[in-house]
């Protein structure tokens, strides 16, 4: 081979390859990742990634310069020299692939492996050792239950920042999906079977809780958020809810209201909530005239037993029956809340 066809060759390579690099690096296809989860699967992304334009290099290069140099001359229609394989190069092109494709899979393997890794369970000693949270999904809420701190629930994902989060991910109904795309991977909440997902935030910040499986008229509504703070302001929080658990109850009906994730399926103006998977709450009053009641009473049943009388237009079982299990004081509140009678 000429000196001057291989310059040819790498300069041609040289171009491609810095073309798809720029593809590659200049537009920003992943989420910044803000687990140790995800860090491993951007690193798997890229070291495929990184072959695949070296390859793609190689390929446009003999390509383009084949094309050229041996394109047949205006009048020439012989066929070309006969060829029967070439050993060496038959090594070389079955060998490089089986490396390439072998380190591949030790990279996946390793990561998968490191990913799915939870620490043992020492709660007794450390609740952070990994810290367990219970997320249950329902159409169309997410919540969040720390058993370590007394079963405190949350209507948003509170995680320390550098502790590994073991989360026991299930479903009260139908199929969801748990997702946080910052976090780097989905996993299924399935009714009846608990799934654990290790996430290990390695940032501050606040991202999308979002539910990934088509679950039903508010699949698309059905979000939460995810904070991830420093370790002490996470136990502070932990605590102090802790506190306000055993203290006496939340008497604000916004409150039950938001912590309860109404607004994810219902509009009340209120509440600032704009959903229409569920029944306008701004209509109460016309909806208990028509059902024949009181309305604070309408609004109690139609929470605790919520087929009893189901707004014409909805389906029934939209409404979880589950808001039946609040306490009475929280229930009170959000009963006055909602009949407009108290904030
Ligand atoms: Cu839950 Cu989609």
Redesign the pocket.
């Known amino acids: 081979m000429r000196r001057g066809s291989v310059v040819q060759l790498v300069a041609i390579g040289a171009v491609f390859g810095a073309g798809a690099a720029a593809v590659a690096l200049l537009i920003p296809w992943l989420p910044h990742g803000a687990s140790e989860q995800a860090g491993r699967i951007d690193f798997v992304f890229w070291f495929v990634t990184a072959i695949s334009i070296a390859i793609f290099a190689l390929v446009a290069a003999v390509i383009i310069y084949s094309v050229f140099h041996f394109r047949a001359q205006p009048g020439e229609d012989e066929d070309g020299p006969p060829i029967h394989g070439h050993t060496g190069l038959e090594i070389v092109w079955t060998a490089i692939p089986a490396a390439l494709v072998t380190a591949i899979s030790i990279v996946s393997a390793v990561v998968l492996a490191k990913n799915e890794h939870i620490p043992h369970a020492s709660a007794a000693t450390d609740p952070l050792k990994p810290l367990v949270v219970d997320v249950t999904?329902q159409?169309?809420a997410w919540s969040f239950k720390y058993p370590a701190f007394g079963d405190l629930t949350s209507a948003t994902l509170k995680l320390p920042v550098d502790v590994t989060a073991k989360l026991r991910i299930t479903s009260l109904d139908v199929n969801?999906s748990f997702w946080v795309p910052e976090f780097g991977q989905k996993l299924d909440a399935v009714p009846g079977s608990v799934n654990d997902l290790p996430v290990t935030p390695d940032r501050e910040g606040v991202f999308p809780v979002i539910?990934t499986?088509?679950?039903g008229l508010g699949?698309a509504l059905?979000r939460s958020r995810a904070e991830v703070m420093p370790r002490d302001r996470f136990v502070a929080w932990a605590k102090g809810q802790k506190q306000k658990l055993a203290g006496p109850p939340s008497k604000s009906g916004k409150g039950v209201f938001s912590a309860n994730g109404c607004a994810s399926c219902h509009t009340f103006k209120a509440a600032g909530a704009t959903a229409k998977v569920g029944p306008d709450l701004d209509k109460l009053p016309q909806e208990a005239q028509k059902a024949g009641k009181p309305l604070e009473q309408f609004i109690r049943e139609s929470i605790v037993n919520p087929n009893a009388y189901v707004e014409p237009g909805f389906p029934k079982g939209l409404m979880p029956a589950t808001f039946a299990s609040l306490p009475k004081p929280q229930l009170d509140a959000l009963v006055a809340f909602l009949a407009g009678s108290k904030k």
């Open positions: 999904a159409q169309f969801h539910c499986e088509l679950c699949h059905m």
